[in-house]
């Protein structure tokens, strides 16, 4: 079954109309990754003090679509998406703002990963078992007054983590095998299945600086200084990539107002652009 919802994901993302890009002339997101992890897994309720008690677990998250007393265990599927290496690459040569590649796909991926889930959700059900979207929810949010800046309730970074996909940087983002210039949804579902392992020995182990002291250049990279050795200033960092300045320039770009223009710098330029830095290739 594993192999079957593998296999459904990379043709649904190669051979989907929705995922041509027309001014690159290629896909916006290249072969995923798809991995998974058991909804009992307890790093999921460890992250209500990690993150935060507002964080939800996949038992608060499926009850809260299907009903108290309808989660019987089950596995989140995490999915990696490397963003097209051309965009990677356009956005590599900014310096203050984001390309206007990058920007686009800000705007794009909004419906499309609204698209994806539904197929996934439609791929399970039709066979028979309950999945929900906790990103595509009606209770999903990121709440941008928390300690440490914006935060959601549903983290995708921390749900690849659980299911083996990669480790967090230094700038917050989550350096995979494919890189860091990614991006990533889940759904949670009934059946249950094998998880993957999770290999990482610690939740940076992937970041040159966070693991061998070297490199740093996201911090180099950011154009509002809010990255720095001690960590990531993430209401900084918000307030620029999605700020009014942003989002007119995602309208400027012929993106959408509303969503902005992101930023991104970080994650191109950068040796983990588009591979796991602590691995030879």
């Not at 596995?75 to 920007?103: D, F, M, Y």
């Not at 059900?125 to 209770?139: D, F, H, I, L, N």
């Not at 749900?159 to 095998?177: H, P």
Request: hydrophobic share 35%; with cysteine.
């Amino acid at each position: 079954m594993k192999d079957f919802i593998k296999n459904e994901i990379e043709k649904y993302v190669i051979e989907g109309e929705n995922n041509w890009f027309s001014e690159i002339d290629g896909h916006w997101f290249e072969k995923p990754l798809v991995q998974f992890a058991s909804a009992e897994d307890p790093l999921f309720k460890e992250y209500k003090k990690i993150i935060g008690a507002y964080h939800q677990t996949p038992q608060e998250a499926f009850e809260l679509s299907f009903g108290e007393g309808s989660y019987q265990g089950g596995t989140v599927i995490s999915i990696v998406l490397p963003i097209n290496e051309k965009i990677r690459q356009s956005n590599g040569r900014q310096t203050i703002w984001p390309s206007q590649e990058w920007a686009l796909l800000r705007t794009h991926e909004v419906a499309y990963f609204k698209e994806f889930t539904h197929f996934l959700i439609d791929l399970l059900q039709v066979k028979g078992y309950k999945t929900m979207s906790p990103s595509q929810a009606e209770w999903f949010e990121i709440m941008p007054a928390v300690p440490n800046g914006p935060a959601s309730n549903w983290s995708e970074r921390h749900v690849a983590y659980v299911a083996g996909l990669g480790t967090f940087s230094i700038n917050d983002a989550f350096i995979t095998e494919k890189g860091i210039a990614v991006k990533l949804l889940s759904v949670v579902t009934e059946l249950k299945l094998e998880p993957d392992r999770r290999e990482a020995k610690s939740h940076t182990e992937n970041c040159l600086l966070c693991s061998k002291g070297t490199c740093g250049a996201c911090i180099k990279r950011c154009p509002v200084n809010a990255i720095s050795a001690e960590g990531h200033d993430k209401m900084k960092c918000a307030q620029y990539t999605y700020g009014e300045e942003s989002k007119k320039l995602a309208q400027s770009y012929g993106g959408d107002f509303a969503f902005g223009a992101g930023c991104g710098l970080c994650q191109t330029h950068v040796p983990c652009q588009s591979r796991n830095p602590m691995k030879r290739n």
